[in-house]
C-alpha cells in the first residue's frame, strides 16, 4: 500500500506541475500574442490552435486532480432533505453515475484518437499531430473513471479508505 501512496504522490505531483506549467505557458502566449498584435502588429502565428491543445492538455490534466482531491462542485441542495444515514450511499451512487460517465468520455475521446491518428489529422496552421492530444485526454479520463470508481467502493463501504491506513 505504501509504494501505491508513493507512486500516486509522485503521478499527483507531475500532474500538479504540468497543470501549473501548462496554465503559464498560456498566460504567457496569450500575453506575447496580445502585445505582438496590438504594439507591433504582428501575431504570434498559430495561437489559437495552441490555446486549444493547451486547454485541452490543463483540462484533463487537472481532472484527476481533482478527482482525487474530491474537489468537484458539489450541490447539497437537498442534502438536508435527507436523512444522514443515507448520504453515504447517495454519495456512492453518484460516483458509480460518475464512473459511467467518465468512462463514456474516455471511450469516445480514445474513438476520436484513434480516428484522428488513423488519417494522420493535424492543425490546420502549424500541422501539430492531434492525435497525441487526444490519446493524453483519453487516458486522463480513464484515471479519473478509476479514482471515481474506487471512492464509490470506499462510498459503500467495501474498500478501505486509503488515507486512515
Known amino acids: 500500500m505504501r509504494l501505491l501512496k508513493a507512486a500516486w504522490l509522485q503521478v499527483d505531483r507531475l500532474l500538479a506541475v504540468t497543470v501549473c506549467a501548462m496554465l503559464m505557458a498560456l498566460m504567457a502566449l496569450t500575453f506575447a500574442d496580445v502585445i505582438g498584435r496590438y504594439l507591433f502588429n504582428s501575431p504570434i502565428p498559430g495561437t489559437a490552435e495552441l490555446t486549444e491543445l493547451g486547454m485541452g492538455i490543463l483540462i484533463?490534466?487537472?481532472?484527476?486532480?481533482?478527482?482525487?482531491?474530491?474537489?468537484?462542485?458539489?450541490?447539497?441542495?437537498?442534502?438536508?432533505l435527507i436523512p444522514a444515514s443515507l448520504l453515504p450511499l447517495l454519495d456512492g451512487l453518484i460516483a458509480l453515475f460518475s464512473t459511467v460517465v467518465l468512462g463514456v468520455f474516455a471511450w469516445r475521446i480514445g474513438a476520436d484518437a484513434a480516428y484522428r491518428g488513423g488519417f494522420g489529422d493535424m492543425t490546420p496552421y502549424l500541422h501539430l499531430p492531434v492525435a497525441p492530444f487526444a490519446w493524453f485526454m483519453s487516458a486522463m479520463a480513464v484515471w479519473s473513471m478509476i479514482l471515481t470508481f474506487f471512492q464509490g467502493l470506499q462510498q459503500f463501504g467495501i474498500m478501505r479508505n486509503a488515507n486512515r491506513a
Open 60 to 80: 484533463f490534466a487537472g481532472l484527476p486532480l481533482v478527482t482525487a482531491s474530491r474537489g468537484q462542485i458539489r450541490v447539497s441542495l437537498f442534502d438536508r
